[in-house]
């Protein structure tokens, strides 16, 4: 190193520890991206540039990287432990090109290669973004550019406090110099290949260029479609074309978010506060593949769970601080009002009515608003379900979003065009209480300020928070796969409706809905709220609620449920101290020990965090549910059973296991409830352990309340095969209803029309109802009948009786 860069450095390194303050993406490099810190490591920077070397070295000895500044040595040369891809202009000299220097190392390190078979240098490419404000529309300026000394000095004066230091996959010369050879012009393409990553790295951390509002709306004024919607407007109301246009700029006006990056930082500071206060902490997983997505130019659509109004903010934080630029999200209609509306809309969020029925104009225009944010490149965000979950299931998906989104794909979309699943999840959720009261007939809230304020001040200690990504869903690769010919039929202005879109938007939105399930969370508070409530009197010794967790976590260690789904870390006991903690239970101390319990209003409000992780438990559950009725079983029965009642837990739970993977499943649950020694397994037979029969039980009764949903619709088909669709839901319903009040069934879920709904397409889909919606009795019956066995015999007689007064009626 040359004493003139010693000096520069050294005067350097005081005024940037003062100044620069930034985040590391992402927060753990070495695991996250498998680096090797054994093997060689050579650091590749974007530009040439004192003061990012100086500020990566800070952040590269923090998180236990080698020194950029200390020398390399290989095989007994020494060489830079950094290089520059271009470099940086000067005052009055706007070129930059790749350094020679850069070139001779690359070209020296694949010669060391080449000599050397067991040498394998890791290249780290490593972006300092100043600031990730987006431009404007009609700059011309490259997405990551390079600063003079004044510029930069600048830079850091005015963003040192927003900076973000991104460390990139690793690239390995060894894998370089086997696959493309040594010479002089591989290291010229390696560094051309590696400018494109950088200027990619700096469009997913700030995003495209931003239009001035009045030039978005005046583009989409005059969009085919816009002005062919107008002139429809004017001649089915009879009104004027400036009449008509007026409406148009008005719903615009209603629709269009304002994005504001000044805002984004300041509500960034905010929502840090808003989570240090309320949560105890915030789990973030499988960020990495949505970076990749973002990086590799694909156009993202997040599709998350709704859970609470919390949501919003919460995915724009987490994609904020994971070095990503927040999306445009589709809000309702019903959060713009004062002083919420004008704020949610300069963080990015654009409102949607609740209904487009009937209203061509506003349909044209949000169809063309939304076509605009994927031609532009722009993130979006929408909640499938149509409105937070008032059980914690899962909703079924409103399919009106995907369908415009695979109809902007049809315009020519020249980019992938990808959905990330995200699972949101809660230890807890503010609107809980008014959700059970909802479900019990209240009318919902309005938002407006004073719900706000009176929100706010409600804030305390919810625990711990999870955003899991889920496995992503590249549509084009969807599409190539259920209608091959797609993209054959380009429609330049997105108004077509093929006829294979209904069907393949239906499978699509099911596929969307599984793969959030996928990534779900289970942690203290899911896990104790699945166990207390599968006792009958919502209450356990603390002994033996930590001995039902431990089953619950070795199922889901043992048997993982996905790739993506995560599972709170921990001891069992650890696991209940902390949910104790949240103040949720209610704790009685004798001369035994603690007795752990829920009381009435705690019980409803708890299947809310059990039936989020109830799909997790499904089948673990059906398959202790019917050892304990049957006590001893072949084990090919237990496969069999599992199998005819799995469709129907699939289609209800958005379960993610397919139909042919069941056999093998069963297998594993049954070794690893043997390994727990809940069951023996001899000679092909399935036997209760009647020394352990409380942990099985109350995992069998997890699962309970739902076979007693199917039990009632099957026995009310059997018994009366010419109801109606409409007759079999509704006197479902009825019986449910009156099951649950006689034996103290709180679930809110239990008896809600839409489920009895959902188990009618099951039916009809496994061929107990046939395409004319008559009842195949015979198969009925049988099905009715393995059902009943598999409920408590005083359950059984509640439904029995229950059935023949509703034909009395």
Known sequence: MSSGHTLTRSLLAFPLKALVKGSVIPSKPIDDLGINTIKPIVYALPFRSNVDLLTLQRYALSLGLPDPLEPLEINGHTF????????RPGVFKKHSHIPSNSIQQFSALLKEHQNDSELDVQVLPITVLWGRKPGKEGQHKPYLQAYNVLQKGYVVMSSGRDCLVRFSPVVSMRSMADTHGTDTAIAHKLARVARIHFSRQKLAASGPNLPERYRLFERLMNSPAIVKAIED?????????????????????????????????????????????IYQGLNINNAATVRRLAQDGHEIVYVPCHRSHMDYLLLSYVLFHEGMVPPHIAAGINLNFFPAGPLFRRGGAFFIRRSFKGNKLYSSIFREYLAELFAKGYSVEYFSEGGRSRTGRLLPAKTGMLAMTI???????????????????????????????????SHKEKENAGLVIRTIRKLRNFGQGYVNFGEPITLNHFLNEKCPDWAQEIDPLGTSKPQW?????????????????????????????????????????????????????????????????TIAQGSAAE???????????????????????LDRKQSILMTYYRNNIIHLLALPSLIAQVVIRYQSIPKQSVIDTVQRIYPFLKQELFIAHDSTAIPGLVENYLLELERQNLITIEAESVNLNQSHTQVLMLLGRTISETLQRYAITLNLLASYPELSKTNLESHSQEVAQR???????????????????????????????????NCQLEHSKKFADELNQLLSPEVQLTIQESIYQVELN
């Open 501 to 565: 879109m209904t069907p393949v938007v239906n499978e699509l939105a099911d596929k969307m809905m599984t793969h959030i399930n996928s990534a779900a969370a289970a942690n203290a508070m899911t896990l104790c709220a699945a166990a207390l409530l599968a006792s009958r009197q919502r209450a356990l010794s603390r002994d033996n609620l930590i001995k039902q967790i431990e089953c619950y976590l070795e199922l889901l260690r043992q048997v993982p449920y996905s790739s993506t789904c």
């Open 407 to 441: 109809q902007a794909m049809l315009r020519g979309l020249n980019r992938p065009v990808t959905l990330v699943p995200v699972y949101i999840g809660y230890e807890h959720v503010m609107e809980v209480g008014s959700y059970a009261k909802e479900l019990k007939g």
């Open 233 to 277: 407007e004017a001649k089915s109301k009879n009104i004027s074309l400036d009449k008509a246009r007026a409406e148009a700029l008005k719903i615009l006006d209603e629709i269009a978010a304002n994005f504001s990056y000044s805002l984004v930082k300041k509500g960034d500071k905010l929502l840090g506060w808003l989570w240090n206060r």
């Open 80 to 87: 830079r432990r950094y290089v520059y891809i271009s470099s």
């Open 739 to 773: 099951l649950g009040r006689l034996h103290g069934i709180n679930a809110p879920e239990f008896f809600d029309k839409g489920v009895f709904s959902a188990l009618f397409v099951t039916l009809k889909q496994q061929g107990y109802i046939d395409s004319d919606g």
């Open 575 to 597: 696991l209940v101290e902390h949910a104790l903690s949240l103040n949720k239970f209610v704790v009685e101390t004798d001369n035994i020990g603690d007795i752990i319990s």
